[in-house]
């Protein structure tokens, strides 16, 4: 088997299922303000903004902006830290929460509407080879 003529066509098919919607929301998932709406969802609804900066993987400033942009539309508050006045402390608020459910609910149903059409064995098929490759990938990351 020629792995890089494979790389690039599974580049290919991943790059044109990132353009189509579910896939295109899943990504949504990873990045901006619907991670950070569902990392502060998923830890009790309060990060300090370093925490979630690395979590994100981006800048403080970049996170800054998107909690900026976050409080305009209701979505989260910040606060100074109390035993470190120099962090901010963000914090989800209901209506952010109702967001990024609402969001993760639109996308689990889309999903699931595409592995329906996928069918029971391919579905099956895919998340054990899915499952493999990030098992691979986690084990690839660990030994760099």
């Known amino acids: 088997m020629n792995f890089e ?16 919607s579910p896939l295109k929301q899943i ?5 901006g303000e619907v991670f950070l709406l569902g990392y502060l969802h998923s830890y009790s609804g309060t990060a300090r903004s370093n925490v979630l900066s690395e979590a994100l993987g981006t800048s403080t400033a ?7 942009s976050m409080e305009r539309k209701g979505w989260v508050y910040r ?9 901010t402390i963000v914090h989800l608020t209901p209506e952010g929460e109702t967001h990024v459910l609402e969001y993760r609910r639109h996308v689990r149903n889309a999903l699931r509407d595409l592995l329906e059409a996928l069918g029971e064995q391919d579905t099956r098929e895919y998340l054990r080879i899915a499952c493999r490759m990030n098992e691979i ?5 660990s030994d760099s």
Request: aromatic share 0%.
């Open 62 to 68: 970049r996170i800054a902006a998107a909690v900026k």
């Open 5 to 20: 003529a494979t790389a690039d066509e599974i580049l290919q098919v991943l790059e044109a299922l990132s353009r189509n």
């Open 27 to 31: 990504g949504e998932l990873s990045k």
């Open 137 to 141: 990938a986690a084990n690839m990351h």
């Open 79 to 87: 606060e100074v830290d109390q035993e470190d006045h120099r962090k």
